[in-house]
């Protein structure tokens, strides 16, 4: 079956635009993660979809960034007015979802790589 | 706040010799722990898991950890490295979310493995 998939791979922007990445999580999977990873800051938490709600959102680190889940499925995260400390490689993960053990196994896309210049 | 050490930044190992990548947790409850790797410009591969039970846990790839809750360390270890296994190794433990499902992975910052054959 299809894994995580993130679009686009790879994405290079002017400081002060905008960008939206997207993520798609396994079929039937129920919950969703976005983590970034950067050379500084090793892998950090940013929020965390249980269905089309986001129950925490305490990673994220400014009003600059939000995201978003419709239909329980796919999800997008958008970073307005980037800045150079946002190019990092933006990852995200599924799970089932469900209580229980094996809602604990998350399962990572590619990442899609952010170079603000 | 749940959080995780890896002491060990880089580890270089001959290929066929044994290996062994620390990891130590800190979390109030009972911990939920994982070992992800990480080949370059790829996203994290689950490895293995501890949830409960037996304290030794077997992965993919030839991989096993064990569980030590008195020291509060959850060890990755093979016993004949491969060339393949070149690559970022990440430990995370996993937080309960209020529905009772898996909230977010805390990761340390990693060990690359470099391999020489």
């Known amino acids: 079956g299809a894994g995580v998939s993130q679009s686009p791979s790879n994405k290079v922007t002017e400081k002060g635009k905008d960008v939206e990445l997207r993520c798609d999580p396994i079929s039937g999977h129920t919950a969703l993660y976005w983590y970034r990873q950067s050379l500084g800051q090793g892998l950090e938490f940013l929020i965390y979809f249980q269905g089309n709600s986001a129950p925490d959102k305490s990673g994220l680190p400014s009003d600059r960034f939000s995201a978003e889940r419709t239909g329980g499925s796919v999800s997008t995260l958008t970073i307005q007015r980037t800045q150079q400390e946002d190019s990092a490689v933006y990852l995200c993960a599924s799970s089932l979802g469900i209580p229980g053990q094996t809602s604990y196994e998350q399962y990572f896309g590619p990442g899609t790589r952010l170079t603000v210049t | 706040a749940q959080s995780v050490t890896q002491p060990d930044i880089h580890i270089t190992v001959s290929e066929g010799a044994s290996l062994e990548l620390r990891c130590n947790y800190s979390?109030?409850?009972?911990?939920?722990l994982f070992w992800y790797v990480q080949s370059p410009g790829q996203g994290l591969q689950l490895l293995l898991k501890y949830f409960s039970g037996d304290t030794l846990v077997q992965g993919i790839k030839g991989f096993e950890a064990e569980f030590k809750r008195s020291q509060s360390s959850f060890n990755l270890r093979k016993p004949s490295v491969h060339w393949s296994d070149a690559a970022e190794y990440f430990c995370a433990v996993g937080a309960l979310g209020h529905t009772g499902t898996a909230s977010k992975l805390t990761f340390g910052t990693g060990t690359r493995l470099q391999v020489t054959l």
């Open positions: 979390y109030g409850a009972t911990p939920y």
